[in-house]
């Protein structure tokens, strides 16, 4: 175990960190900061993301809305009520900051992925498939690199967070409506095979259904919280800034710590440069790669900037966020200080709705990157057994070692996408340069191959 934390701390507080902000730094300027001067766009092409551009599928094809919600359910989980927690917990109010920083550099690195991830996607049986497995394999010729990412991802979030998905879960249940975690285990995992059995447009349907009415509630119940301390506000934005940069800090090494917690659950809860909301992307039927860039750039901004951003808010008001809790318990505590019990109640329940959107979405994660090894209809039904399992025990087992070396196993593939989309990122900015070019003649972006000849081959969707 000292081995394990050893690597994770080395992997997460040197060279994670300078790949993912440098990353997320050089994209932004490379775009001329798509994820700010665009953000009317994304919003214009979330309006219109219901609409299918099918080639090829014959209506069988996953919507761009769709598409969003399948990546916002696993962005939106229990990272987003826990994770907050453990990273104010442990790295500070601070921590909060550097969230927001991950955020908004990160999200140019979401852009240029999802848009790689529908440059490169290919026809499946029943929608389109793509992720970093695909362009690092049709993009840069190397498929033992993909070979490799594909076993990260699929051990990541099929397995290991899923574990970690269910155990809050648990965790909730218990300390609310004391429900043994046996009973949520089985439950769950249930439910988890009904919904896996059906396919990607199962998947995507009941995540478009779920996740923005369980958002859109826990915002409301955090601007409740704001509206009502709202002499607070200016206190907890103060703390925030001064405990991210405070002399205090610095004297303590807690700036570093700081960082690496905002930088660590930040990229958890919003997978921006990790190569997991790609996989989701690529599903959509869209008439140009860079309209779904934008609508899953959007999705760092929900995630972090609203849902994670609620989430801190609610402790820092509650003022016990130095109380020695952690985790699930400490979100708990503070809306019960603010609201009453029922409050906790209500956490159990978006965790219960957040975690089993993502442990869907994170199964079909690690489908679409089986299938890419192999696709075998066997394979799907072995991972499909063995995420029942994994479901059903992290529901009774502690997880420490299972986190930590889910922790590892994240940097691994963040460090295999990041320096994927670092040698690929060109053709992302030229298909940006060709979208803003169609938008400024008043015309509906469509993408020709023409744009990028040089790979026109090996981009089969776009003939």
């Known amino acids: ?52 551009h099918g080639h090829g599928l014959r209506g069988r094809s996953v919507s761009s809305f769709q598409a969003f919600a399948l990546s916002l359910a696993s962005r939106v989980g229990t990272g987003n009520i826990a994770g907050v927690a453990i990273a104010i917990a442990t790295g500070g109010p601070g921590a909060v900051f550097w969230m927001w920083v991950t955020a908004l550099l990160a999200s140019a690195n979401a852009f240029v992925e999802s848009t790689l991830a529908q440059l490169f996607k290919v026809q499946g049986d029943h929608s389109f498939r793509g992720g970093p497995a695909y362009y690092i394999s049709r993009g840069l010729g190397n498929r033992p690199w993909a070979v490799l990412f594909a076993i990260l991802i699929t051990t990541t979030f099929a397995l290991a967070f899923n574990g970690v998905q ?147 808010f609610i402790i820092l008001c509650s003022g016990v966020f130095d109380s020695g809790l952690t985790g ?76 930590a070396l889910a922790d590892i196993t994240m940097a691994l593939m963040t460090l295999c996408n990041m320096l994927a989309i670092l040698l690929l990122g060109r053709y992302a900015i030229r298909c940006l340069d060709d979208y803003c070019r169609q938008r400024r003649a008043g015309r509906d972006p469509v993408y020709h191959s023409s744009t990028c000849p040089e790979i026109a081959d090996k981009t089969e969707c776009w003939k």
């Open 1 to 52: 175990m000292h081995i394990i934390n050893a690597v994770n701390d080395f992997l997460w507080s040197y060279l994670l960190i300078a790949v993912l902000l440098g990353g997320g730094l050089y994209f932004t300027l490379r775009t001329r900061f798509v994820q700010v001067r665009m953000l009317p766009e994304m919003l214009r092409s979330l309006s219109a993301s219901g609409r299918r």
């Open 166 to 312: 269910c155990n809050t879960m648990a965790i909730a249940l218990e300390s609310s409506f004391d429900i043994a975690p046996a009973w949520t285990g089985a439950i769950t995992a249930a439910a988890t095979l009904a919904v896996i059995c059906g396919g990607v447009r199962r998947i995507a349907s009941v995540n478009q259904i779920v996740v923005p009415a369980m958002a859109a509630l826990y915002i409301l119940l955090a601007l409740y919280v704001v509206v009502t301390r709202f002499h607070m506000f200016t206190h907890v934005m103060e703390l925030i800034i001064t405990d991210a940069f405070g002399l205090r800090q610095a004297v303590g090494g807690g700036i570093g710590m700081a960082v690496m917690m905002g930088v660590k659950r930040g990229l958890f809860s919003n997978e921006a440069g990790e190569g997991s909301t790609p996989n989701a992307a690529a599903t959509a039927s869209v008439s140009h790669p860079v309209k779904q860039g934008l609508v899953q750039t959007l999705g760092v901004y929900v995630d972090t900037l609203l849902v994670c951003t609620a989430t801190a």
């Open 328 to 403: 699930i318990e400490l979100t708990q505590c503070a809306l019960e200080a603010e609201i009453g019990r029922a409050a906790s109640a209500f956490v159990a329940v978006a965790v219960v709705l957040f975690a089993f959107t993502s442990i869907i979405a994170n199964y079909y994660y690690g489908e679409t990157n089986l299938a890419f090894i192999r696709d075998d209809r066997r394979l799907a039904w072995a991972l499909r057994a063995a995420v029942g399992v994994v479901v059903l025990a992290g529901a009774i087992v502690p997880l420490n070692t299972a986190w």
